[in-house]
């Protein structure tokens, strides 16, 4: 793996970068009675890579990657540091996608889940329910650059130093998400190349996401099972990952967050495969067939999204810090739920995902005991040399070697400025919908 060469000329003329960088955070934190402090004079590092892999269950990843299916997981783990990182006891992913992006429980950034019940109708929690500062709006704020791409409940777009491309801007060929997104004002009856959804920053990007989404090439050669199912979570992934890569070799992010969700989604259909054949009740029926094709469809998918891994990889050198994790694990689903699901994440029994930490200050070959997904963002913060907010819930890793960072109250006074984006209540319908599809919990 290389890094890709990137420009870090700017970084080296203004050595006093970090202090641009806090002088700016200290006009906008004014309100705080903490003073920043002097600057560290700190060696300019490389940019932040966060992956996250929604729904990747640490025993799959153990099984897997010791028999050589997830070589780019495995090759995280020699470079660096890996373990299980602690998620939410409800385990509903835009809690803890949001929880990885601001350092907070849940009570403190506002992102409860999936649906927001309000005066009798639904509606899918969106970023601006969210309370305070994102690592995508302190970083913008230190003056580095950004991507977000389709990180849970990023929509609509708020105005970073950088790229938001909303988890609204990916929806595929998938009829399902054509639907959402006319609840969200999108007034087209055909694909997303033509839909007016305000779902990227800047605008100018979605019908870059438009266009990626008409490539019919393959973006890594793995193959999956041909069923209709995970073709289309696969087409989805790859359109997240390619409009990915295209931000990320145009704009050179110091910080891209870029979430992958196939895991999670094939794994609420096929876990079966992976769990013995009485770990389901004998009325569901379950045929040895059905499950074997799941175990297949499992397998593959994992080895899918490691491959797909390993070219954000390529992307990252050796002076830049990966993180690469999952927000829970997976469990058999037993209950009266759809026939078809039969995997999900209820109980502690998949409360913990997998992590993978690689770069400067971060050991090789090291498991790290007890992270939680909170810890990801001050774990950035004190990486990059920016001041961690003692109003966080997480701290830096303790593995992460270097001076302790300073802190500050709070970045949460940081002015955010979204996209202004009508959205509608979701009706049941649809919303039974897109549980069946796996899209929502
Ligand atoms: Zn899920």
Not at 26 to 39: D, I
Not at 250 to 270: A, C, I, W
Request: hydrophobic share 40%; aromatic share 6%.
């Amino acid at each position: 793996m290389r890094s890709a060469p990137r420009d870090h000329a700017a970084l080296h003329r203004l050595p006093f970068w970090r202090l641009a960088a806090l002088a700016a955070l200290a006009v906008v934190l004014a309100g705080c009675t903490e003073p920043l402090g002097p600057p560290e004079v700190i060696p300019p590092r490389g940019r932040v890579l966060i992956l996250g892999i929604d729904g990747t269950a640490p025993r799959l990843v153990e099984e897997w990657m010791a028999a050589g299916y997830l070589p780019n997981l495995q090759s995280l783990a020699e470079r660096g540091t890996s373990g299980l990182i602690r998620g939410d006891e409800l385990i509903l992913s835009p809690r803890i996608w949001t929880s990885v992006a601001t350092g907070k429980d849940p009570g403190k950034h506002g992102i409860e889940g999936w649906v927001l019940k309000d005066a009798g109708e639904n509606h899918l929690f969106q970023g601006s329910h969210r309370k305070g500062a994102a690592l995508w709006n302190i970083l913008s704020t230190a003056g580095l650059e950004v991507a977000t791409v389709n990180w849970l409940a990023t929509h609509p777009p708020e105005k970073v130093n950088g790229v938001v491309i909303s988890e609204l801007a990916t929806p595929g060929r998938s009829q399902a998400l054509m639907k959402m997104g006319r609840r969200f004002g999108w007034e087209g009856e055909e694909a997303p190349a033509a839909h007016a959804l305000a779902a990227t920053w800047p605008p100018e990007w979605l019908a870059r996401v438009a266009g990626a989404g008409e490539s019919e090439e393959r973006l890594v050669t793995i193959r999956t099972p041909s069923l209709k199912l995970v073709q289309i979570i696969r087409e989805e992934d790859e359109l997240v990952a390619r409009v990915a890569l295209d931000v990320e070799s145009e704009t050179k992010p110091d910080l891209l967050m870029v979430l992958l969700q196939g895991n999670d989604r094939v794994s609420h259909f096929y876990w079966l495969g992976v769990e013995p054949r009485d770990a389901y009740p004998e009325e569901h029926g379950i045929k040895e067939r059905r499950r074997i094709r799941a175990g297949e469809s499992m397998l593959a998918y994992y080895r899918f999204t490691d491959s797909v891994v390993g070219l954000f990889l390529d992307r990252f050198g050796p002076d830049d810090l990966v993180l690469v994790l999952s927000d829970h694990g997976f469990e058999p689903s037993v209950g009266e739920a759809l026939p078809e699901v039969t995997g999900t994440h209820d109980s502690d029994a998949a409360i913990e995902g997998v992590f993978f930490a690689r770069g400067p200050g971060i050991p090789a070959g090291h498991i790290a005991p007890g992270v939680s997904v909170n810890d990801v963002t001050p774990t950035v913060l004190a990486w990059l040399g920016l001041p961690v907010a003692r109003d966080m819930d997480g701290s830096v890793m303790g593995f992460l070697k270097g001076a302790p960072p300073d802190t500050i109250d709070s970045y949460d006074s940081i002015p955010i400025e979204r996209l202004d984006v009508q959205t509608k209540a979701l009706d049941a319908r649809i919303l039974e919908r897109l549980k069946a599809l796996g899209y929502v919990e």
